[in-house]
């Protein structure tokens, strides 16, 4: 049997018995073809065998069929394309890359692949927004499937609402998921809720170098016309923006959205090292929990971001500027340093300007105290950030949903969930598989992601194991190697959160709680960075506000939801 390809540099670390990962299966569950050439997979004996309340007495006679053929060591075969024709209906938020070109997912040329290769006819809610999907929820009117990314009260609330349909009693129909969730505990812990109910197909980032996307920007070419090296500590950063300023002719030398500021730079700890501080958002340090915004080093922060706003470095307009007004400040000459991504900032910047020989980016990594110190944190995700594709208690047909989302944990639906439809978005070189000139310099001028979003699922998520190897060709540019090299280098996993869920009798209180807190540390950090808030009122009154508002109960909270999720 041939090992897939994707994992075989991984297979000793994460399957200890000599069994390869994959983002099928492993040994006899691997998708290999059968003598016809259809995909087939062998049924987990490991699989739960309870037959589930809501389901119709021939559901019930198929799950006791299958629970003891599974007891009698028998192996129920997952063939694709499915015997039989079955329509599902699957409800997801708008992505504007898809539908700039398609009218939906099931109509891009991934769509129909995944189709034609599953039996399945796909049919695509289309949903303008989350406001759109929370009232999906609240109609009781739900589709066979939903992209999941989370729910008021988290998924053992959105099971006992009739949301989810626990994968429990149906994963002998999805041997490969299995596989992948059996050979990695973080994969299984961050899948399941604390009663060990299976929550759906999880979108699962396979390799650490897939954990970081984002971090600061400079124009590298101007660092190299002033002779001047990446700035590392805070004092660095300020002398490279003056010059961008006083030699560059930069009017705003350091631009960032208010969004990029907060949720990335501040909320993942770009700029919080050299004052002490790991980052904004939730951290634990062994074991114990922290909210950085609700610690006196935040102070330090909000000072240096004060004296680059004071000066005229930081940009005036961060609260309202958009992503487009900032690449093309950028592009332009009028900004130096940004925060952004390696693809939709980096590299459509530098797709945009690539016949400008001089223009070059690069990213610098998160600041320290000391040059050569090591950053605490960086913008860091989890392996699995909470999203899935769910099965509800509506789906008309369980079995068959559920064999058709494992689909993209096989071989065959790595492949196409990764790089596309081969011939045609990617081909094999040297035994990997290789972008076309269709993605990488796409005849009808689409950028990379663009193109990417009409044949694969890798640049967003999906119901599969997202490859390193789609990063290393997206990002395949020299500045943008660089910038993940320098963005990665962090302690940022020695910090992190888990994708932990505050307990469901605590749901309603944590929501409200950091629902008011958010509010008030978002309006206090615009104001104390414009100084309409002096900085002396730090502790007497934003420190003291944020104890009123109860943000030590919600640190307990999160502090429960760690132990639980380290005790299962």
Not at 76 to 95: G, S
Not at 388 to 413: H, R
Not at 441 to 463: E, I, V
Request: hydrophobic share 35%.
């Amino acid at each position: 049997m041939k090992k897939l390809y994707q994992w075989k540099k991984v297979t000793a670390c994460i399957m200890a018995a000599a069994v390869t990962l994959s983002v099928c299966a492993c040994g006899n569950q691997n998708g290999d073809k059968d003598d016809a050439g259809k995909t087939t997979s062998q049924e987990n004996p490991e699989a739960s065998k309870e037959t589930p309340a809501e389901e119709t007495s021939s559901e019930a006679e198929k799950s006791e069929e299958s629970q003891a053929e599974s007891e009698a060591g028998g192996a129920a075969e997952v063939t694709y394309p499915l015997k039989e024709k079955v329509h599902l209906t699957l409800a997801m938020v708008d992505e504007a890359a898809v539908t700039a070109n398609a009218k939906n997912l099931a109509e891009t040329p991934f769509g129909k692949a995944w189709q034609e290769a599953t039996g399945v006819e796909l049919e695509i809610m289309q949903l303008a927004d989350g406001d759109a999907l929370n009232l999906l929820y609240a109609s009781g009117e739900l589709p066979d499937m939903i992209a999941y990314s989370g729910y008021t009260g988290g998924a053992e609330k959105a099971i006992k609402d009739k949301i989810i349909q626990p994968l429990n009693d149906y994963m002998q129909y999805a041997p490969d998921l299995q596989a992948v969730l059996d050979s990695n505990d973080l994969y299984k812990k961050s899948s399941t809720t604390k009663d060990g109910d299976i929550i759906g197909f999880p979108f699962i980032r396979g390799d650490d170098y897939l954990l970081s996307s984002a971090g600061l920007i400079i124009r590298q070419d101007w660092l190299d016309d002033l002779n001047l090296e990446l700035p590392q500590t805070p004092d660095d950063l300020y002398e490279v923006l003056k010059a961008f300023k006083e030699e560059k002719g930069a009017k705003v030398p350091f631009s960032v959205g208010n969004w990029w500021l907060k949720s990335i730079a501040l909320e993942h700890g770009l700029l919080t090292s050299p004052f002490g501080l790991v980052k904004g958002n939730f951290y634990q340090v062994d074991g114990k929990v922290h909210y950085g915004y609700a610690e006196e080093a935040y102070k330090d922060v909000l000072a240096f971001l004060n004296k680059l706003y004071a000066e005229g470095l930081l940009d005036p307009n961060f609260q309202t500027v958009d992503d487009n007004t900032i690449r093309a400040n950028i592009m332009n000459g009028e900004t130096g340093v940004t925060v952004g991504n390696t693809g939709g900032y980096m590299g459509n910047m530098l797709q945009t300007m690539e016949e400008d020989p001089t223009f070059n980016l690069n990213g610098f990594g998160p600041l320290v105290a000391k040059a050569g110190d090591v950053p605490m944190s960086t913008h860091y995700d989890n392996a699995l950030p909470g999203k899935y594709i769910i099965v509800t208690p509506s789906c008309s047909n369980k079995e068959a949903a559920v064999q058709f989302l494992n689909y993209g944990y096989t071989k065959e639906g790595s492949l196409l969930f990764n790089y596309g439809i081969e011939g045609e978005s990617y081909t094999i070189v040297d035994g990997e598989p290789t972008y076309t000139d269709l993605i990488m310099h796409n005849p009808d001028g689409l950028t990379k992601q663009l193109a990417l979003a009409q044949y694969t699922r890798a640049w967003q998520d999906g119901p599969f194991v997202q490859e390193k190897g789609y990063q290393l060709q997206y990002a395949d540019l020299p500045s943008q190697k660089s910038a993940l090299s320098n963005w990665t280098r962090s302690d940022a996993a020695k910090y992190n959160m888990p994708p932990v869920t505050v307990a469901e009798e605590d749901a309603s209180e944590y929501s409200k709680l950091m629902g008011d807190i958010g509010t008030y540390v978002s309006e206090m950090t615009i104001q104390y960075i414009t100084g309409l808030e002096p900085l002396d009122t730090f502790e007497s009154k934003y420190l003291e506000t944020l104890k009123s508002m109860n943000v030590e109960r919600a640190i307990e909270m999160r502090q429960e939801a760690l132990d639980d999720f380290n005790a299962r």
